[in-house]
């Protein structure tokens, strides 16, 4: 088993674009989410999902959209790319929804916008 | 705002010693996690205590919980040099299907 796939590691972005970013789970998990991380802090979450068409706002969900169109996957799109989303994004995904089961997390995505 | 605040921020130890690490919460929960990451990694899950428990053990890891205190602790006994790494508490604020962290303890152990 996989677990959970980030793609792509890596990605350089200038002020205004847009993109997605891919996270997918072969766990069979229903509890999905995506955390941003900043340097030298704690992961703070932008949106989570507890099941297939059902997503929810996390603490910083501003400029950022997600859909929940299979048990699988659960991509965030950035819908118009500035500097202050520069970070590490994490998609993470558990069997039961909240605190309940541990989380599983992605390698993260290492996002820069110039 | 972050549900959890660890407690110190940063952690330096020589092997072989004990490491304690708090964390303080907000609101209401079911359940507190403990995480560790290795810098530039994804998270590694340690372990889970529930509401209803005091203490868990996981090999040389303890973790108590003081919910009326709103405060939990994880205590890496006998530390190696491998256990240098960020360690993060997690919560679900307001018992919520939200898991929010707290802002991490940086442990350093000197070989």
């Known amino acids: 088993n996989a677990g959970v796939t980030q793609t792509p590691k890596f990605q350089v972005l200038k002020t205004g674009q847009s993109m997605t970013l891919q996270c997918a789970q072969d766990?069979?998990?229903?509890?999905m989410s995506w955390y941003r991380q900043d340097p030298g802090m704690g992961l703070r979450l932008i949106h989570y999902?507890?099941?297939?068409?059902?997503?929810d706002q996390g603490e910083v969900p501003n400029g950022y959209n997600v859909s929940r169109s299979t048990t699988e996957d659960f991509p965030l799109r950035l819908l118009s790319a500035a500097p202050s989303q520069t970070s590490v994004y994490f998609c993470?995904?558990?069997?039961?929804?909240?605190?309940?089961?541990?989380?599983?997390f992605g390698n993260g995505t290492r996002l820069t916008v110039t | 705002s972050q549900q959890g605040e660890e407690d110190p921020q940063a952690l330096s130890i020589q092997e072989g010693e004990n490491a304690t690490m708090n964390c303080s919460y907000k609101t209401s929960i079911n359940n507190l996690q403990w995480y560790r990451q290795n810098s530039g990694r994804g998270l590694v899950h340690l372990i889970l205590?529930?509401?209803?428990?005091r203490e868990k053990h996981s090999g040389r890891l303890r973790v108590t919980l003081d919910t009326s205190k709103k405060s939990s602790s994880l205590l890496i006994t006998a530390s190696r040099a491998a256990d240098t790494a960020s360690y993060f508490c997690?919560?679900?604020?307001?018992?919520?299907?939200?898991?929010?962290f707290g802002s991490g303890t940086r442990l350093l152990v000197r070989p």
């Open positions: 993470a995904s558990s069997k039961y929804q909240g605190a309940s089961s541990p989380l599983h």
């Open positions: 997690a919560t679900d604020e307001d018992s919520s299907y939200k898991l929010i």
């Open positions: 766990m069979n998990h229903e509890y």
């Open positions: 205590i529930r509401s209803n428990e």
């Open positions: 999902s507890v099941g297939a068409g059902i997503t």
